[in-house]
Structure formats: structure tokens, C-alpha cells
Nanobody
Framework: QVQLVESGGGLVQPGGSLRLSCAAS????????MGWYRQAPGKQRELVAA???????NYADSVKGRFTISRDNAKNTVYLQMNSLKLEDTAVYYC???????????????WGQGTQVTVSS
């Protein structure tokens, strides 16, 4: 069994900052990419940022320059530092991990339960 547990969401004013964390635990052989997605009410889930095991990153255009993704491979943890938050960043943020549970198992995606980020004055 694999679990992804997110933390760090909450309510923040426009221009403020939040830091999300996501720790993967359980039977894990290797984690490849980890990332953050978000889903606002009435909208599709979208990629916010992703990072490979080697540290290569990818960001949505809407968050470039404001958000920073990082990971601690030893702790199987990924972080999302969110600065200069805007009203339109309000959404449920989901952690994602592309991993193998054993050496022979296929790679597949795992998801966290989501954490609410609300940007409001």
C-alpha cells in the first residue's frame, strides 16, 4: 500500500505565501516524478508543477516565478512553496507521484487526498 499525505493548505490573503508538503510512504521501490496539481470549482484538474528524481522541474505558465517545487528524495517528500498568491490560485491542491512499488511492478500514478488553498481578502 502506498500513501501520499499532504499538509500546509489554508487561508491566506492575496500576496501571501504558503508551503505545501507531501510525503509518500508505504511499499515503494522507486519514485520517478512527483508533482502538484490543482482543481478549482467547475474546472478541470491542471498541472501546477512537477519535478523528476534528478531535479528537473516543469511549471504551469500561470505560476512561473511565484511557485517553487522541490523534493527530498531521502524522505520521499515533495514541497511546493507558493509566493505572491492570487485569488485565482484558490483550489484543492493534489500531490502526485509516479512510482514503482517493487522492482517488477509497473509504474503508476498515486494521488494524495488533496488540501484546500484559499486566497481571499
Amino acid at each position: 500500500q502506498v500513501q501520499l499525505v499532504e499538509s500546509g493548505g489554508g487561508l491566506v490573503q492575496p500576496g501571501g505565501s504558503l508551503r505545501l508538503s507531501c510525503a509518500a510512504s508505504g511499499s515503494i521501490f522507486s519514485i520517478y516524478a512527483m508533482g502538484w496539481y490543482r482543481q478549482a470549482p467547475g474546472k478541470q484538474r491542471e498541472l501546477v508543477a512537477a519535478i523528476t528524481s534528478g531535479g528537473s522541474t516543469n511549471y504551469a505558465d500561470s505560476v512561473k516565478g511565484r511557485f517553487t517545487i522541490s523534493r527530498d528524495n531521502a524522505k520521499n517528500t515533495v514541497y511546493l512553496q507558493m509566493n505572491s498568491l492570487k485569488l485565482e490560485d484558490t483550489a484543492v491542491y493534489y500531490c502526485n507521484a509516479d512510482l514503482k512499488r517493487t522492482v517488477v511492478a509497473p509504474r503508476r500514478d498515486y494521488w494524495g487526498q488533496g488540501t484546500q488553498v484559499t486566497v481571499s481578502s
